[in-house]
């Protein structure tokens, strides 16, 4: 069944690109220009997650987005606020990507959309809390970029070497 699905997607692709359609999509083209460019960040202060107290954000997400920025040879401007100023920018597309502690629980998802779960902790009341990042909705292309630098080996590293708990 799996496999059938596999051909599926592949014939689907296929025919897509003969349309002048990539997959996954990036129709504002914010993949194409962050690679060799600049990747816009929104950072909220949400230890152990991120800190924003500093000259530059510091805690594990802003340590994996510097590390997705190298894969891509991207320069990052970093802008800090609160979490619902940064959804607004990124909705309207002033901004790449959004961190700060978003669980997949987030309220966001209307505005956003989130990777998939890349890390886990306990929040309060001894809840598991799944952690996510935020793109702006449809740059699918980016959103399927940044999914695989958080799932890669090098990356679920940082998120151990944090003392962080793995999803994968």
């Not at 950072?43 to 924003?52: K, Q």
């Not at 998939?116 to 809840?127: F, I, K, V």
């Amino acid at each position: 069944m799996g496999s059938l699905r596999a051909l599926t997607a592949l014939l689907l692709a296929l025919s897509l690109s003969g349309c002048g359609l990539s997959v996954p999509a990036d129709p504002e083209g914010t993949l194409d220009g962050a690679r060799g460019g600049e990747l816009l960040v929104g950072v909220s202060h949400s230890p152990p997650w991120t800190d924003a107290r500093g000259f530059a954000p510091a805690g594990t997400e802003p340590e994996l987005v510097r590390s997705f920025a190298a894969s891509l040879d991207a320069r990052i401007e970093w802008e800090v606020s609160g979490e619902e100023h940064l959804m607004s920018r990124l909705e309207e597309g002033e901004l790449d990507i959004v961190v700060g502690g978003l669980t997949a629980d987030s309220p966001w998802t209307s505005q956003a959309a989130l990777t998939t779960d890349y890390a886990e902790a306990t929040g309060p009341g001894g809840r598991t809390e799944k952690h996510v990042m935020a793109v702006r909705m449809g740059e699918n292309a980016l959103l399927t970029a940044l999914e695989r630098h958080l799932l890669s080996p090098e990356a679920q590293g940082t998120v151990r070497e944090s003392g962080l708990e793995t999803s994968r």
